[in-house]
C-alpha cells in the first residue's frame, strides 16, 4: 500500500511534559503514586506508566477521586483541574505534581483576570471533558460553557463585560460558527482565542493530506478529544473516509482497495510506536486478490 505519513502528527508538547513528570515520579518517589485521571487520553500511555509505578484513580468526579487516595502522591492530569481539587490534595496532605500543559494554564490565568474585573465569561468547549471542568472551577458562577449556537441562544447575560474563550483542544473549526453567535448577539464581546498551535496544526495538516489521499487513518484514543476531531474534519470538511484505530488490531482490511493511497496521522496523546506499527502494517498489507 502507498502510505503517506502525514506531519505533525502525535505528540504535543504538553503531552511529552506531562509523561515526563508522571515517569520521574513513579521511578523516584517514596509511597504510592496516583494519577487522577488520564493523564493525556491514551491507553497506551497510561498502561506504561502504571509499568513506571503510576497507579490510575479513574473518576469523573476529580474530588470524588482524590477520597480513594490516603497518602502519597497525586499527579494532577495534563487537561487542568479547577482549584478545589488542588485545596483538597493539599488538605489531605498528599504530594501533589501538576502535570497540566501550559497552553491550559494561559486560559486558566485568563479566566481569573476577566473574573476580578468583573467580566462574565463564555468559555466553548465539550461538556464531560475534564479541560472545561478545570477552566470552568477557576471562576464558578462567572464561566458559562457552551458548544453549539444553541447553547448561546439559551444564555441569560447582559452587561457591559462580556469575554469569549475557548478549550484548548478544539480548533477555528469547531468554535467559529459559536463565537459568530456570540457576537451576534453581544457584538462588543471580547473574543480570545486560546486554541493549541498544535491541535489546529494536526488538523489542518490531515485536511490538507485528504486531497491526495482515498483514505484518512488516525491512530488515538476514543477518549482523545483531539484524535476524534482529526477524523471529523477529514470527513466534514473533505467528504473522504477516515477512521479511528487505536493501535494496530483496529486496523480493518476491508477498508483497503488496489492502487489506495492511505494517509496515516496520530492525535495528540499517540504514542510514536503505536503510529509505527499502524504505517508498517498498512504498508505491508497487499489488498490484491488473491
Same mark, same amino acid.
Not at 504538553?14 to 509523561?19: H, K
Not at 459559536?178 to 494536526?202: G, K, M, S
Given at each position: 500500500? *502507498? ?17 515526563? %513528570?508522571?515517569?520521574?515520579?513513579? @521511578?523516584?518517589?517514596? +509511597? ?20 513506571? +509505578?503510576v497507579q490510575l484513580i479513574d473518576f469523573d468526579d476529580r474530588l470524588a477521586g482524590l477520597d480513594k487516595i490516603e497518602h502519597g502522591t497525586v499527579i %494532577?492530569?495534563?487537561?487542568?483541574v479547577s482549584p478545589a481539587v488542588k485545596d483538597r490534595a493539599v488538605a489531605k496532605g498528599l504530594t501533589v505534581i501538576d502535570a497540566t500543559c501550559s ?7 485568563? &479566566? ?9 465569561? &463564555?468559555?466553548? +468547549?465539550?461538556? +464531560?471533558?475534564?479541560?472545561p471542568e478545570g477552566a470552568i472551577g477557576e471562576a464558578p458562577g462567572r464561566v458559562h460553557l457552551v458548544g453549539t449556537p444553541d447553547d448561546v441562544a ?39 482565542? !486560546? ?15 485528504? !486531497?491526495?489521499?482515498?483514505?484518512? &487513518? ?13 477524523? @471529523? ?16 488490531? *483496529? ?25 509505527? @506499527? ?13
Amino acid at each position: 500500500m *502507498d502510505v503517506l505519513r502525514i506531519t505533525p502528527r502525535g505528540f504535543c508538547h504538553g503531552v511529552v511534559d506531562a509523561i515526563r %513528570l508522571a515517569n520521574e515520579a513513579g @521511578e523516584t518517589l517514596e +509511597g504510592p503514586v496516583y494519577m487522577l485521571g488520564y493523564l493525556v487520553h491514551n491507553a497506551h500511555v497510561v498502561s506504561e506508566l502504571a509499568q513506571h +509505578g503510576v497507579q490510575l484513580i479513574d473518576f469523573d468526579d476529580r474530588l470524588a477521586g482524590l477520597d480513594k487516595i490516603e497518602h502519597g502522591t497525586v499527579i %494532577l492530569t495534563a487537561h487542568g483541574v479547577s482549584p478545589a481539587v488542588k485545596d483538597r490534595a493539599v488538605a489531605k496532605g498528599l504530594t501533589v505534581i501538576d502535570a497540566t500543559c501550559s497552553d491550559v494554564y494561559v486560559t486558566h490565568d485568563l &479566566i481569573i483576570d476577566l473574573a476580578e474585573r468583573d467580566y462574565q465569561i &463564555i468559555y466553548v +468547549g465539550k461538556a +464531560g471533558h475534564p479541560e472545561p471542568e478545570g477552566a470552568i472551577g477557576e471562576a464558578p458562577g462567572r464561566v458559562h460553557l457552551v458548544g453549539t449556537p444553541d447553547d448561546v441562544a439559551a444564555l441569560d447575560l447582559d452587561g457591559p463585560r462580556i469575554a469569549v474563550t475557548t478549550q484548548t483542544t478544539l480548533s477555528i473549526w469547531d468554535t467559529q460558527d459559536v463565537i459568530d453567535a456570540v457576537r451576534a448577539r453581544w457584538p462588543h464581546a471580547e473574543v480570545h482565542n !486560546d486554541i493549541c498551535l498544535a491541535t489546529q496544526d494536526r488538523q489542518e495538516a490531515a485536511v490538507r493530506a485528504a !486531497d491526495s489521499c482515498d483514505l484518512i &487513518i488516525v491512530v488515538g484514543s476514543q477518549r482523545s478529544s483531539n484524535s476524534k476531531r482529526l477524523v @471529523e474534519v477529514v470527513r466534514d470538511i473533505k467528504n473522504k473516509p477516515a477512521f479511528l484505530v487505536d493501535d494496530v488490531a *483496529d486496523v480493518d482490511s476491508a477498508w483497503f482497495e488496489p492502487g489506495m493511497r492511505v494517509g496515516v496521522t496520530a492525535g495528540a496523546s499517540t504514542p510514536a510506536r503505536v503510529t509505527r @506499527e499502524v504505517i508498517e502494517f498498512v504498508e505491508a498489507f497487499d489488498p490484491a486478490p488473491a
